[in-house]
């Protein structure tokens, strides 16, 4: 019995010791994960504020009204143009 508690002992100690080792070792490939993570993480908040600054910009209405009139040789409608249209649904269509 003696001999089996040494030997047990003896092979479950380096065991102990490498499963300890390896489990550190997981520990920091996972915290180095999580730390990319992070990064890309930022990194896409920081681009995704670019990319709304930049869409407030390009969708202000002098800037659009401006690219009407000077690119597309556009000008807004006199009252007499403008159309008004009423839809009615099916339902609507019935009862009249």
């Known amino acids: 019995m ?3 508690l040494i030997f047990f002992f003896t092979v ?3 065991l102990l ?3 300890g080792v ?3 070792s997981r520990y920091n490939a996972i915290e ?3 730390n990319d993570y992070k990064k890309e993480q930022e990194r896409l908040i920081t681009e995704n504020k670019q990319r709304i600054s930049a869409i407030s910009i390009l969708s202000r209405p ?3 009204e401006k ?3 000077e690119n597309l040789d556009m000008r807004k409608a006199k009252p007499s143009e403008i159309m008004r249209i009423e839809l009615k ?3 609507e269509k019935k009862e009249s």
């Open 2 to 4: 003696r001999r089996f």
């Open 12 to 14: 479950s100690i380096p």
């Open 17 to 19: 010791l490498f499963l």
């Open 22 to 24: 390896w489990q550190a």
């Open 32 to 34: 180095r994960e999580i």
């Open 62 to 64: 002098e800037r659009i």
């Open 67 to 69: 690219i009407a009139i």
């Open 89 to 91: 649904t099916a339902k």
